[in-house]
């Protein structure tokens, strides 16, 4: 892991988050990082301006 990046696996309360997730995204790909960051505490690096509609904390 020359870069520091690691693979976050999708796990069960990523996907129990991602069922109560407000439908403001339409994206399924974007709605499991925003998911994946709501239960992992991460946070999110981008544009989109659907993301700042959750409680994450999204650089960009």
Not at 4 to 15: A, R
């Amino acid at each position: 892991m020359k870069n520091g990046f690691q693979i976050l696996p999708i796990g069960f309360e990523d996907v129990l988050q991602l069922t109560a997730l407000t439908f403001f995204h339409k994206d399924p790909f974007d709605r499991l990082i925003i998911a994946q960051a709501i239960t992992n505490k991460l946070q999110v690096i981008s544009k989109d301006q659907y993301f700042t509609e959750y409680p994450i904390n999204v650089i960009w």
